[in-house]
């Protein structure tokens, strides 16, 4: 059916801010040199002010560019503003100016025939249409399909029908006389400008141009997807598409692209944000960019890369370039009430196990996805469930606990939207039962004299066998511990337990080493705490051990020999005589390889004139000792000694002999 084209340009008006100079009239924003505000409040009430300033007759638009500047779009020269424009403006430095050859106009049209955009009208028979474009597939509050456009489209909310043009006849596709293609769906919600489709008012973000239509066509597919129309003439506008993976904001400088009935799909870059702009009489929340746009590209949709930022609102053109206001997404969609876009999302991927492989039973399958969505699991038996994808794009869901085989299909999801389907199955075995743990002895242990039992723990009901210097099984009881009764003497030991059940795959293994010591020696001779003089400490050291051990004798931590123990007793020679100090001896028994703890006798020497004699070959320096065991060499000529040297000597004997009968007094008590 061919539509009957009709031009309905809609007229540009002015907006007349009730109140506004009576607030702002006579206020300037930037005194001289100073700069104006770029947002937030103060930047907000000066787009009103310069919007409505001389009755808004140049002023057509206002924004920032997001580098401190304030981007005024006017159909005057700078050096041509009304009075109110410049003393509102100062002599600010931080402003640029964009002179456009017309106001905004909506750009929907009912002439231009055919295509890939929809006609809007009233009733099946209504020869009134308006012909625009579709923004983006999205959602209704319910997650019904529904499409999302601009609010002018709706021409005060009239036209409440719309079906899909043909593609190849729209003028994107060559074409002049649109026809319909399906029908597409009913009005849900729109708004131009402020609520109810009145002027609105900049400095408002309510201020939008959005329309949702519910999509009533069962025989449609929804896309997350803009076409760049170069299929159009297959009249398959989804063979060549750009994803629409989010929602996002405009960015000043970034490219930015459109696709629309009329011009297709252009690109540009993005001038000014967050600013409002005149369009048709109605005050619009958005952005503006440089690129293509004509009449019937209203509601197309506007993408910067992939993500879905606003809908084709109005245009003029700069210096004969064309300059399109975008209508901002997210302000007018958060008006609809829930209304959202859909997005594209990648399906998730299975890494562990593969496809067919085996997990054991409430073993954890992984895999990857979009970071931050949600996966939504279905499986073949039991109920659906959600799971979610961390930031690293990690997830990871719980096999069954009961063996055997089960499939799933698994979605990516973020709100409505959801990817395509990746399907897998797993058999389930039963899972290892955990190894069982030692308690006594633990690992490394060194125990004396002997070991009667080995005890541990593990899953009650689970048999554990011992395998290694002992074999041996138990049944690990309810309380979840099990023993075994062993008898293990001296020496090195090392022992592995696994534990298994019925149902379930045998345990890894456990193993632990541990030794038999026998008990310390006693040291009898000489006593811990006995002081000698120099050159009269002990020859020997002796003590009681066990027979058989063999025992072995540390002076100030260097060995000095060995004896075995024979009839219950042991004693091994020094060699030469202790160095004066403290003295640390210490005493160890070993069996089978194994040594016991240490014991300690420790006794003190104490010099004598220097250094003491060497036992009746006269005084005289003693050679220095061994540093490391105590032990000093004896022996050395003297000297001889004459006159009053001799009497020197006499009487340093008999001190000597004074001292030496001292010692052996507190010896004795």
């Known amino acids: 059916m061919t539509l009957k084209k009709r031009l309905a340009y809609l007229a540009v008006g002015t907006l007349a801010v009730a109140g506004m100079t009576g607030t702002f009239g006579t206020a300037a924003f930037a005194a001289d040199d100073a700069e104006l505000p770029t947002s937030g409040a103060a930047f907000d009430a000066l787009a009103q002010s310069l919007l409505s300033a001389d009755g808004g007759a140049d002023i057509q638009a206002v924004a920032s560019d997001g580098a401190?500047?304030?981007?005024?779009?006017?159909?005057?020269?700078a050096d041509s503003l009304g009075d109110e424009a410049r003393l509102l403006l100062g002599s600010a430095g931080n402003t640029e100016y964009r002179t456009i050859s017309a106001p905004f106009e909506a750009y929907a049209d009912d002439e231009v025939v055919g295509g890939a955009g929809y006609a809007a009208f009233q009733s099946p028979d209504d020869a009134e249409?308006?012909?625009?474009?579709?923004?983006?597939?999205?959602?209704?509050?319910?997650?019904?399909?529904?499409?999302?456009?601009?609010?002018?489209?709706?021409?005060?909310?009239?036209?409440?029908?719309?079906?899909?043009?043909?593609?190849?006849?729209?003028?994107?596709?060559?074409?002049?006389s649109p026809a319909f293609l399906a029908d597409l769906g009913e009005l849900a919600f729109s708004q131009f400008g402020g609520p109810g489709d009145s002027a609105g008012a900049s400095g408002d973000l309510n201020s939008v141009d959005i329309s949702t239509w519910d999509v009533t066509n069962d025989d449609l597919t929804l896309l997350p997807a803009v076409t760049d129309w170069t299929t159009a003439s297959s009249e398959d506008l989804a063979a060549s598409t750009v994803p629409v993976r989010s929602v996002g904001d405009a960015t000043v400088g970034a490219t930015v692209s459109k696709s629309g009935r009329t011009t297709g799909f252009s690109t540009g870059t993005v001038d000014s944000i967050k600013g409002w702009a005149n369009v048709s009489g109605h005050q619009v929340y958005g952005f503006g960019a440089f690129l293509e746009s004509k009449?019937?590209?209203?509601?197309g949709s506007m993408i910067q890369g992939d993500a879905a930022i606003g809908v084709v609102s109005g245009g003029t053109d700069i210096d004969g370039?064309?300059?399109?206001?975008?209508?901002?997404?997210?302000?007018?969609?958060?008006?609809?009430?829930?209304?959202?876009?859909?997005?594209?999302?990648?399906?998730?991927?299975?890494?562990?196990?593969?496809?067919?492989?085996?997990?054991?039973?409430?073993?954890?399958?992984?895999?990857t996805g979009p970071a931050g969505k949600?996966?939504?699991?279905?499986?073949?038996?039991g109920d659906s469930f959600e799971v979610a994808i961390d930031g690293s794009g990690n997830w990871s869901f719980a096999a069954p606990g009961t063996p055997g085989e089960i499939s799933y299909s698994i979605r990516t999801a973020s709100g409505f939207s959801t990817s395509p389907a990746t399907t897998?199955?797993?058999?389930?075995?039963?899972?290892?039962?955990?190894?069982?743990?030692?308690?006594?002895?633990?690992?490394?242990?060194?125990?004396?004299?002997?070991?009667?039992?080995?005890?541990?723990?593990?899953?009650?009901?689970?048999?554990?066998?011992l395998t290694g210097d002992v074999e041996d099984t138990a049944t690990v009881g309810s309380?979840?511990?099990w023993s075994v009764d062993v008898e293990l003497g001296y020496g090195k030991y090392t022992v592995s337990a696994t534990q298994s059940s019925e149902g379930a795959t045998t345990s890894p293994t456990a193993s632990l080493s541990f030794q038999v010591a026998p008990v310390a020696p006693a040291i009898t001779d000489p006593k811990?705490?006995?002081?000698?003089?120099?050159?009269?400490?002990?020859?020997?050291?002796?003590?009681?051990?066990?027979?058989?051990?063999?025992?072995?004798?540390?002076?100030?931590?260097t060995i000095v020999g060995t004896d075995t123990v024979s009839d219950g007793t042991w004693s091994i020679a020094l060699t030469g005589q202790l160095a004066a100090g403290k003295v640390t001896i210490t005493a160890t028994q070993s069996i089978e390889g194994v040594a016991s703890a240490g014991t300690t006798s420790t006794i003190s020497i104490t010099a004598v004139n220097g250094g003491g004699g060497n036992g009746g070959n006269g005084g005289g320096s003693v050679p220095a000792g061994n540093p490391g065991t105590g032990l000093a060499n004896t022996g050395g000529t003297v000297a001889p000694l004459l006159g009053g040297g001799l009497a020197l000597l006499l009487a340093a004997g008999g001190a000597l002999l004074i001292a030496r009968r001292t010692n052996t007094a507190r010896r004795s008590n």
Do not use: M
């Not at 012909?131 to 709706?154: K, M, N, Q, R, W």
């Not at 949600?374 to 038996?381: C, E, G, R, Y």
């Not at 003089?533 to 066990?546: H, L, N």
């Open 68 to 77: 401190g500047n304030v981007v005024i779009y006017t159909t005057a020269k």
């Open 129 to 176: 249409v308006g012909l625009c474009s579709v923004g983006f597939s999205g959602f209704s509050p319910e997650g019904d399909p529904a499409i999302i456009s601009a609010g002018h489209c709706t021409d005060g909310s009239t036209k409440t029908l719309n079906a899909l043009t043909v593609p190849s006849q729209d003028p994107a596709g060559g074409g002049d």
């Open 295 to 299: 009449p019937g590209d209203s509601g």
């Open 321 to 367: 370039e064309s300059f399109v206001w975008g209508a901002d997404l997210k302000a007018g969609l958060a008006l609809t009430g829930g209304y959202t876009v859909e997005v594209k999302l990648d399906a998730p991927k299975l890494t562990f196990p593969g496809d067919g492989g085996d997990i054991y039973a409430g073993g954890f399958i992984t895999g």
């Open 374 to 381: 949600t996966l939504t699991v279905d499986p073949s038996t």
């Open 424 to 465: 897998f199955s797993v058999d389930v075995i039963p899972a290892p039962l955990a190894a069982p743990k030692f308690t006594s002895p633990y690992e490394g242990q060194s125990v004396e004299t002997s070991i009667s039992t080995l005890r541990g723990t593990g899953v009650p009901g689970a048999t554990v066998t």
């Open 479 to 481: 309380d979840g511990t």
């Open 528 to 557: 811990s705490g006995t002081g000698y003089d120099q050159g009269s400490g002990p020859k020997s050291v002796s003590g009681t051990g066990i027979d058989g051990a063999t025992v072995t004798l540390w002076v100030n931590g």
